[in-house]
């Protein structure tokens, strides 16, 4: 489980909280978006997430862990054969938080949470890794003085050896 976090709770209680936590997450699986306040929004973040992750593995003992927390059936099997399979290259990040205008009624601050749905890209992390390496071989050209040396020194040594042998 994600570390609680401090403050007031969503409902009153620890187990109002979890509750509330799950009825969004079985919501969240089975529409792929909902509307809701920030604060719920943001509770509910590391939850699906990591609800999404154990559907990746795919085994037995992931399918009972995820029915702890999502009672359906039906939204557990969606979960499972439909959503984890598109996430199977995504390392993470499966849910997006876009904040909304508030709510009419009590002014609350509204935020709608979805499901990724777009590909991913690897290239992304790949251009990453590229730019420091270029920098790593940015580094190395600075320094090729001490390069060059250290071979001049290992060819002293392999002669000294052969001498030695002689």
């Known amino acids: 489980m994600p570390a609680p976090t401090k403050g007031a709770r969503l409902g009153g209680s620890p187990a109002h909280e979890r509750m509330i936590i799950a009825g969004l997450a079985t919501e969240l699986f089975r529409h792929g978006r909902i509307t809701t ?6 509770r509910l973040r590391p939850h699906a997430e990591r609800l999404i992750t154990q559907a ?23 979960l499972f ?24 009624g009590d002014n609350a601050p509204m935020a709608v949470i979805e499901l990724v749905t777009e590909e991913y890209s690897a290239k992304q992390s790949v251009v990453k890794e590229a730019e420091g390496a270029a920098k790593n071989a940015s580094k190395a050209e600075e320094t090729p003085v001490a390069e060059t040396e250290a071979p001049a020194a290992a060819e002293s040594t392999d002669e000294s050896e052969e001498t030695k042998e002689a």
Not at 37 to 42: Q, R
Not at 60 to 73: E, F, G, I, N
Not at 90 to 102: A, F, L, Q, S
């Open 56 to 78: 990746k593995k795919g085994d037995l003992a992931s399918r009972r862990r995820v029915m702890q927390t999502v009672r359906d059936k039906g939204v557990v099997y969606q």
């Open 37 to 42: 306040t920030e604060t719920k929004a943001k």
């Open 81 to 104: 054969e439909e959503i984890a399979p598109t996430f199977s290259e995504r390392p993470g990040g499966y849910t997006r938080i876009t904040k909304i205008g508030p709510r009419k």
